[in-house]
T-cell receptor, first 114, second 111 residues
């Protein structure tokens, strides 16, 4: 596609529910990243995929957060048993290669836990 | 720890020049990025420095001094559309884009 596509754009969920956020990277991009951005802050790294392999998940806050990219293209970030503190903008980014190319960010999914 | 500092807000006049500073202390360094983010939009890539010195790209230039842990973004001939947040980010990983971002500098350009 022309850019990184994320869905849904907005998600409101009740505390305790599970949510799945989807990312469709730019076609041909090898690397995929998930970031979380609080209002008035810069994005915060969550996890990184090289093709289908999750090679860095050091930024995932706890074991309620998981991500997958089974076929090396579309990725899903899942948050189980959501809590109010999970409310944030979740951004996906992709880059063409693993080494030394910039990341292109998607429009994000605004998650609100009520 | 990881620490990236940049001013919270700046104002400037249309047609002028503005310099946005960024200082960093990180556990690793493999390049410094500047991103522009308009309100409600995704961050978009502006510039990348991995070696010391100045990189120029049209109206935008970025400078890096690794020994000082310092970078700046220079915007010339400011336009109203340059009103946005400017994010400084350090790549701390070995080549992939694990970026540590600053909180951003909100620039307001007025006539």
């Amino acid at each position: 596609g022309a850019g990184v596509s994320q869905s849904p754009r907005y998600k409101v969920t009740k505390r305790g529910q599970d949510v799945a956020l989807r990312c469709d990277p730019i076609s041909g991009h090898v690397s995929l990243y998930w970031y979380r951005q609080a209002l008035g802050q810069g994005p915060e790294f969550l996890t990184y995929f090289n093709y289908e392999a999750q090679q860095d998940k050091s930024g995932l806050p706890n074991d309620r957060f998981s991500a997958e990219r089974p076929e090396g293209s579309i990725s899903t970030l899942t948050i189980q048993r959501t809590e109010q503190r999970d409310s944030a903008m979740y951004r996906c980014a992709s880059s063409l290669e693993t080494v030394n190319t910039e990341a292109f960010f998607g429009q994000g999914t605004r998650l609100t836990v009520v | 720890g990881q620490n990236i500092d940049q001013p919270t807000e700046m104002t400037a006049t249309e047609g002028a020049i503005v310099q946005i500073n960024c200082t960093y202390q990180t556990s690793g360094f493999n390049g410094l990025f500047w991103y522009q983010q308009h309100a409600g939009e995704a961050p978009t890539f502006l510039s990348y420095n991995v070696l010391d010195g100045l990189e120029e790209k049209g109206r935008f230039s970025s400078f890096l001094s690794r020994s000082k842990g310092y970078s700046y973004l220079l915007l010339k001939e400011l336009q109203m559309k340059d009103s946005a947040s400017y994010l400084c980010a350090v790549r701390v990983s070995g080549g992939y884009n694990k970026l540590i971002f600053g909180a951003g500098t909100r620039l307001a350009v007025h006539p």
